[in-house]
């Protein structure tokens, strides 16, 4: 449409400028012949030739003369003269009722324009004089416009073409590559990357993509660990339970006793089983976003509570709980999610501590935040241990935790619900022994309760 318009409206405009001038200058030369013989009292063949030879001013047009009969007193052309013919001019007719008339038309390569105006003395009509032109010379100027127009469009166009099949080439290979990418991830290969080259929004749609596709094979290698460590926790109290229960079946002579006794260890280890489940569940519900309504929880209240009811263990195991608690402790959580993670804490402390050990839990506030600290005097953990401990199923002693019934989960548990509610938790070992996990939350600042996506 473009280079259409562009060989089009120049040549037009051209022809029109070219047709006014025309009309200007043969409107105005006739004007002047047909002035000059006005006047003359009557057209005379001698009188016509006289005036004509004085005014000698129509090079390269046909100029005749007529009187109103329309027959030709003067001709300029020698070689096909019409002098002493009749003509009948179809502009003569209008320019003996008095008016100018001018007729210019593109045909052919040459611009043929023709002019009659009348020869009027004391207001009546003596002749007409009638003007012919045949140019070819600015015909030629605006084929040769036309010609450069044409030629430099073709190249144009020659070029926007190769440029446009060039990059839609380009374009069509990386969006290929793109297509390709997300073909391999569909197909599960996580690990493939898309390369597409450049700075522009396709590159940048190609950096999110492989943003993208790192964030998948994190969470794909997560779920197969996930799957593969929950499959291996889930297999041994299974295994246990088969072991036990074809035990009791192929041996007939089993004593009520031992058949107890048998029955005892396969409930241990349902149970086991069923704990084990409860927190895969529990770490599957932390990792689904949900609305949690946030309230106003008291560390030293949890903390006060989740020791009376590890009473009974802590009695048991023979170690001493105490709770060093200050007021004030607020922060904004959800009850039941800071309990279970003090409670974890808590509880690990009293398993992996030793005989006549101590468990001291304390609450503070400092630097307009609220501290739990758990501290034990327990088996502690090798050093380069410590950030491991918050991963899941991982364990520091395996025979330790098998033996307490640990699933490795309930640190995980702590990290993931501390978290949530925009808390931190860290573990370090004390001197000369035992370990000291800490929890802080910022203070409740007295903003508006409400629920929140945690």
């Known amino acids: 449409m473009v280079l259409t318009l562009v060989n089009t409206f120049p040549v037009l405009t051209t022809q029109q400028m070219i047709v006014d001038s025309k ?53 300029n052309n020698q070689q096909s003269s019409t002098v002493g013919k009749y003509m009948l001019f179809s502009e003569g007719y209008r320019a003996l009722m008095g008016y100018d008339v001018f007729r210019c038309e593109y045909s052919k390569g040459a611009f043929i324009s023709t002019a009659a105006v009348p020869i009027v003395y004391s207001s009546q009509a003596l002749g007409i004089v009638y003007m012919y032109e045949y140019d070819a010379e600015q015909a030629q100027l605006l084929l040769n416009m036309q010609f450069y127009l044409r030629t430099t469009s073709i190249v144009v166009s020659f070029i926007a073409v190769t440029i446009a099949l060039a990059f839609s080439l380009l374009l069509r290979r990386r969006v290929a590559r793109l297509i390709t990418a997300m073909g391999r991830i569909r197909e599960g290969e996580y690990s493939y990357r898309a390369e597409v080259g450049g700075r522009d929004e396709l590159s940048t749609l190609a950096v999110e993509f492989n943003d993208l596709t790192d964030r998948l094979q994190k969470t794909e290698d997560g779920r197969r660990q996930f799957v593969s460590n929950a499959s291996h926790e889930l297999k041994t109290p299974l295994a246990s339970i088969k072991l036990l229960a074809d035990s009791v079946v192929q041996n007939e002579n089993m004593s009520i006793e031992e058949v107890q006794e048998f029955l005892g260890d396969i409930s241990q280890e349902i149970t086991r089983l069923t704990r084990i489940t409860e927190r895969l569940l529990l770490l599957t519900r932390s990792d689904v976003k949900v609305q949690t309504s946030l309230t106003r929880v008291d560390m030293s209240y949890i903390v006060d509570r989740a020791s009376y009811m590890l009473e009974p263990m802590a009695e048991h195991l023979d170690i001493d709980v105490r709770c060093e608690l200050s007021d004030g402790c607020i922060v904004l959580a959800e009850e039941d999610g800071i309990y279970q993670a003090v409670f974890n804490l808590m509880e690990n402390a009293l398993k992996y501590n030793v005989k006549g050990g101590s468990v001291v839990v304390y609450t503070y506030i400092k630097d307009d935040k609220v501290y739990c600290i758990v501290d034990d005097t327990g088996i502690g953990m090798p050093h380069g241990e410590l950030e491991k401990v918050f991963e899941r199923f991982y364990r520091v002693d395996k025979a330790r935790s098998r033996e307490t019934g640990g699933t490795g989960l309930g640190l995980s548990i702590v990290k993931t619900t501390v978290e949530q509610f925009g808390g931190t938790v860290w573990a370090e070992n004390r001197h000369p022994c035992g370990s000291r996990f800490t929890i802080a939350f910022p203070i409740f600042s007295g903003e508006t309760e409400g629920e929140v996506e945690t």
């Open 23 to 75: 009309r200007g200058d043969i409107l105005k030369t006739t004007n002047i012949v047909a002035n000059s013989l006005s006047s003359l009292k009557s057209l005379d063949i001698e009188q016509v030739n006289s005036v004509m030879e004085i005014l000698d001013v129509y090079d390269g047009t046909r100029l005749i003369v007529s009187n109103t009969d329309g027959l030709v007193i003067y001709d």
